[in-house]
């Protein structure tokens, strides 16, 4: 009804109806508007895209119609004001430079009440529309002037601009969508305005929480979560690389205080979704790294023209400060001096609308949808789980961590990297004996902490249940396995009589391996053919497998160990064994494989000089891990993929991955991998056969945990496979 009665009427309407349970697709088709269905989980931008590839295809050779064709979005439950369009429209003829133009946006109820003249978004990530509190309209903001971002409700974009810049961002199926298009069309040369005189009226049911969000993202369907979600989004894909960081730190930080403040308001379930928004982007990069990569095509000019429309600290402490104060005069008025509401406008002004249009679309809550919601997001059930898990099994820990094998930790990270590079160490009556690498990595690692060693390692053994769940669920992933599949994937590893008895013995060397094999084993699986992986991506390959070694000898060996078979194996399926002839030789060795595997090879050998001499030297004396031995378990428990020793799950607490060892030998598609698990197997059981004494300790047997979570994750991965 308010486009019939629109001054300047449009051209052609489309409607897309996301799954609605009214009668409104009735309506539409009854008024000879074609409707596009989709299912009720597709986004805004995903329902503007299809009404946009249903319009007929640009002719770019007839009267410049690329540069003349306007497209007008309107929400479900907004209605422009009769002179809308026309004003939008006359206000872009007389400037061509503009690329998107968005009216003034009312209130529904409140007819005078501003809620958005132009928006914009703070360093913090919060919405801001630069108005008083409850502003009224009077007039003060009918100019046209120029904004970071209009609302996609009322939205007048250039179909060119529209396509140039491909649309909404995908990622953004609800909330912030506008802001972030606004950005990008900004830094793409195009101008954007806001257009005082149209007016359109909202009523906002998706952000007042009105009506239920159904969108992919939205978690649990909580409005808050998905728009904080978002809001850091919008910044980590459009800011520029260098203040990344910062803008990281202040989202983290914002996040932490807002959630606090919702706690002393007795409103858990936001503080919640503060923390919830950071922690979806934190375990979820893939999206982020993308749009950072598709920002770059149509980037024209520099970042430094959005910091004119992003407001200064002062000027959003100066509102923060007018707010509270109108807060605190409205909360001594008495009834009696309150003023009348203000009269509202009738719906004359907007045309003829349906008076059931003012009903609120109350849905019934169904039992347990909550729950039934969150079954539906495996990934972050399990994440619920698994920290459920990691606060009742580390209730013991809290506070500062020592005894087992965990090696003493300075206060200072300073005094680790000294040490790493003084070659007199004051241990007994004094060593020359090189410091390890991974010394110098716990150091440098304790920057996150602000330099304090002790509570990055109590912070890691806390996370690590956490952190290996994740790693494994998206390497999972890539390995083609479903959500349901990869999620029970990384829960059982995390939770591997292995990885229990490293956090409760103090093995940061076993964890940090457990870790980064993950990373390790997808990025070399699916390059099993080294000619198509990168140069770049390869030497980060390298890089984490030094880390790796770095916490655990028997690691470096067994890596030296595994591509230096690949490496001769690789050789011998290039020529025939029998030729000797230096000119064959040489050709093979310049193949572009030879080199990237001999790169794998060397490279984290180079990185752990001297202490990978001194290994080579001598092996069987060079295989304890960081920090103290600790008696570890006999053939039978490692045999049974639990390293056993002190504070080790019962072997009646059967670990499944002896079943799943036999089952992947069965099956011949899994037996190349299967064969790897089995082999570090064996090799696990004959090297903790062995006695060693060092790091001022008894001999004991040589720890081979190291072995077991790398053969417990080939197997699990390939079972689910398998499944």
Same mark, same amino acid.
């Given at each position: 009804?308010?486009?019939?009665?629109?001054?300047?009427?449009?051209?052609?309407?489309?409607?897309?109806?996301?799954?609605?349970?009214?009668?409104?697709?009735?309506?539409?088709?009854?008024?000879?508007?074609?409707?596009? &269905?989709?299912?009720?989980?597709?986004?805004?931008?995903?329902?503007?895209?299809?009404?946009?590839?249903?319009?007929?295809?640009?002719? &770019?050779?007839?009267?410049?119609?690329?540069?003349?064709?306007?497209?007008?979005?309107? !929400?479900?439950?907004?209605?422009?004001?009769?002179?809308?369009?026309?004003?939008?429209?006359?206000?872009?003829?007389?400037?061509? #430079?503009?690329?998107?133009?968005?009216?003034?946006?009312?209130?529904?109820?409140?007819?005078? !009440?501003?809620?958005?003249?132009?928006?914009?978004?703070?360093?913090?990530?919060?919405?801001?529309?630069?108005?008083?509190?409850?502003?009224?309209?009077?007039?003060? !903001?009918?100019?046209?002037?120029?904004?970071?971002?209009?609302?996609?409700?009322?939205?007048?974009?250039?179909?060119?601009?529209?396509?140039?810049?491909?649309?909404?961002?995908?990622?953004?199926?609800?909330?912030?969508?506008?802001?972030?298009?606004?950005?990008?069309?900004?830094?793409?040369?195009?101008?954007?305005?806001?257009?005082?005189?149209?007016?359109?009226?909202? =009523?906002?049911?998706?952000?007042?929480?009105?009506?239920?969000?159904?969108?992919?993202?939205?978690?649990?369907?909580?409005?808050?979560?998905?728009?904080?979600?978002?809001?850091?989004?919008?910044?980590?894909?459009?800011?520029?690389?260098?203040?990344?960081?910062?803008?990281?730190?202040?989202?983290? *930080?914002?996040?932490?205080?807002?959630?606090?403040?919702?706690?002393?308001?007795?409103?858990?379930?936001?503080?919640?979704?503060?923390?919830?928004?950071?922690?979806?982007?934190?375990?979820?990069?893939?999206?982020?790294?993308?749009?950072?990569?598709?920002?770059?095509?149509?980037?024209?000019?520099?970042?430094?023209?959005?910091?004119?429309?992003?407001?200064?600290?002062?000027?959003?402490?100066?509102?923060?400060?007018?707010?509270?104060?109108?807060?605190?005069?409205?909360?001594?008025?008495?009834?009696?001096?309150?003023?009348?509401?203000?009269?509202?406008?009738?719906?004359?002004?907007?045309?003829?609308?349906?008076?059931?249009?003012?009903?609120?679309?109350?849905?019934?809550?169904?039992?347990?949808?909550?729950?039934?919601?969150?079954?539906?997001? /495996?990934?972050?059930?399990?994440?619920?789980?698994?920290?459920?898990?990691?606060?009742?099994?580390?209730?013991?820990? *809290?506070?500062?961590?020592?005894?087992?094998?965990? /090696?003493?930790?300075?206060?200072?990270?300073?005094?680790?990297?000294?040490?790493?590079?003084?070659?007199?160490?004051?241990?007994?009556?004094?060593?020359?004996?090189?410091?390890?690498?991974?010394?110098?990595?716990?150091?440098?690692?304790?920057?996150?902490?602000?330099?304090?060693? #002790?509570?990055?390692?109590?912070?890691?053994?806390?996370?690590?249940?956490?952190?290996?769940?994740?790693?494994?669920?998206?390497?999972?992933?890539?390995?083609?396995?479903?959500?349901?599949?990869?999620?029970?994937?990384?829960?059982?590893?995390?939770?591997?009589?292995?990885?229990?008895?490293?956090?409760?013995?103090?093995?940061?060397?076993?964890?940090?391996?457990?870790?980064?094999?993950?990373?390790?084993?997808?990025?070399?699986?699916?390059?099993?053919?080294?000619?198509?992986? &990168?140069?770049?991506?390869?030497?980060?390959?390298?890089?984490?497998?030094?880390?790796?070694?770095?916490?655990?000898?028997?690691?470096?060996?067994?890596?030296?160990?595994?591509?230096?078979?690949?490496?001769?194996?690789?050789?011998? =399926?290039?020529?025939?064994?029998?030729?000797? %002839?230096?000119?064959?030789?040489?050709?093979?060795?310049?193949?572009?494989?030879? &080199? %990237?595997?001999?790169?794998?090879?060397?490279?984290?050998?180079?990185?752990?000089?001297?202490?990978?001499?001194?290994?080579?030297?001598?092996?069987?004396?060079?295989?304890?891990?960081?920090?103290?031995?600790?008696?570890?378990?006999?053939?039978?428990?490692?045999?049974?993929?639990?390293?056993?020793?002190?504070?080790?799950?019962?072997?009646?607490?059967?670990?499944?991955?002896?079943?799943?060892?036999?089952?992947?030998?069965?099956?011949?598609?899994?037996?190349?991998?299967?064969?790897?698990?089995?082999?570090?197997?064996?090799?696990?059981?004959?090297?903790?056969?062995?006695?060693?004494?060092?790091?001022?300790?008894?001999?004991?047997?040589?720890?081979?945990?190291?072995?077991?979570?790398?053969?417990?994750?080939?197997?699990?991965?390939?079972?689910?496979?398998?499944?």
């Amino acid at each position: 009804a308010a486009l019939s009665s629109q001054k300047r009427l449009p051209d052609q309407i489309i409607a897309v109806d996301n799954g609605s349970i009214d009668g409104s697709v009735k309506l539409l088709s009854n008024a000879g508007i074609p409707v596009i &269905k989709q299912s009720k989980s597709a986004g805004f931008g995903s329902a503007v895209a299809a009404a946009v590839a249903k319009l007929p295809i640009v002719d &770019k050779q007839i009267n410049n119609q690329e540069n003349n064709e306007w497209l007008w979005i309107i !929400h479900d439950d907004c209605a422009p004001d009769k002179l809308a369009l026309a004003k939008l429209l006359e206000a872009v003829v007389e400037r061509p #430079q503009v690329g998107i133009a968005g009216p003034k946006i009312l209130g529904w109820y409140d007819r005078k !009440h501003i809620l958005e003249a132009g928006i914009s978004i703070t360093e913090n990530g919060t919405r801001w529309s630069g108005l008083e509190d409850r502003e009224h309209d009077q007039g003060q !903001h009918d100019e046209v002037k120029n904004v970071l971002a209009v609302s996609s409700a009322g939205m007048l974009i250039k179909r060119g601009v529209f396509e140039e810049l491909g649309g909404f961002d995908p990622s953004l199926e609800l909330f912030r969508d506008d802001v972030d298009l606004g950005w990008r069309a900004n830094i793409a040369g195009h101008s954007v305005i806001c257009v005082g005189e149209a007016i359109l009226y909202h =009523a906002q049911a998706s952000s007042s929480e009105r009506r239920a969000i159904d969108v992919k993202d939205a978690i649990l369907h909580r409005p808050l979560l998905l728009d904080r979600r978002n809001a850091a989004f919008v910044l980590l894909a459009n800011s520029s690389w260098w203040i990344l960081p910062w803008v990281a730190l202040q989202l983290l *930080f914002t996040s932490i205080g807002r959630s606090f403040i919702y706690l002393l308001a007795k409103l858990p379930g936001y503080a919640a979704d503060e923390i919830a928004a950071i922690g979806l982007l934190i375990f979820k990069p893939a999206d982020l790294i993308k749009s950072r990569r598709y920002r770059k095509k149509n980037k024209v000019l520099s970042a430094r023209v959005i910091k004119q429309f992003i407001p200064t600290r002062s000027t959003q402490l100066q509102a923060s400060l007018e707010r509270i104060s109108t807060s605190i005069s409205r909360a001594f008025k008495s009834k009696n001096a309150q003023q009348n509401p203000t009269q509202v406008k009738s719906y004359s002004d907007i045309g003829i609308i349906d008076e059931s249009f003012d009903e609120l679309e109350f849905v019934e809550g169904k039992s347990f949808a909550k729950i039934r919601a969150l079954a539906k997001q /495996p990934f972050l059930f399990g994440l619920l789980v698994i920290s459920i898990f990691s606060i009742f099994y580390s209730r013991n820990r *809290f506070g500062s961590l020592s005894g087992g094998a965990l /090696p003493v930790a300075p206060d200072s990270a300073m005094h680790l990297i000294s040490n790493f590079f003084t070659s007199w160490h004051l241990v007994g009556l004094g060593s020359s004996s090189p410091t390890p690498l991974w010394v110098l990595i716990v150091g440098l690692a304790s920057v996150i902490t602000g330099g304090n060693p #002790q509570i990055f390692i109590n912070l890691f053994f806390f996370f690590i249940p956490l952190l290996l769940y994740v790693l494994t669920y998206r390497s999972a992933r890539r390995f083609n396995l479903s959500n349901y599949s990869a999620t029970f994937a990384g829960f059982i590893f995390a939770v591997s009589p292995a990885i229990l008895t490293s956090i409760n013995q103090g093995r940061i060397g076993t964890l940090v391996v457990a870790a980064l094999f993950p990373i390790l084993f997808t990025a070399l699986y699916n390059h099993q053919q080294l000619t198509d992986l &990168k140069w770049r991506k390869l030497y980060l390959v390298t890089i984490v497998a030094a880390i790796a070694a770095a916490f655990s000898p028997i690691f470096l060996l067994v890596w030296l160990g595994y591509q230096i078979y690949q490496l001769i194996n690789q050789y011998i =399926a290039a020529q025939n064994i029998n030729s000797t %002839k230096w000119e064959d030789i040489s050709k093979i060795l310049n193949q572009d494989e030879i &080199k %990237k595997r001999f790169a794998l090879l060397i490279t984290p050998f180079l990185i752990n000089i001297p202490n990978s001499f001194s290994l080579l030297a001598n092996p069987s004396a060079k295989l304890l891990e960081p920090g103290l031995s600790v008696p570890s378990g006999d053939l039978l428990s490692v045999l049974l993929f639990n390293p056993g020793g002190p504070a080790s799950p019962n072997l009646y607490l059967l670990a499944p991955f002896v079943l799943y060892l036999f089952l992947c030998l069965v099956v011949k598609q899994q037996r190349r991998d299967t064969s790897l698990a089995l082999i570090l197997l064996a090799l696990s059981v004959t090297i903790s056969s062995f006695y060693i004494a060092g790091n001022n300790s008894n001999a004991q047997r040589v720890w081979t945990g190291t072995l077991i979570v790398i053969a417990q994750f080939i197997l699990t991965l390939n079972i689910f496979s398998l499944a």
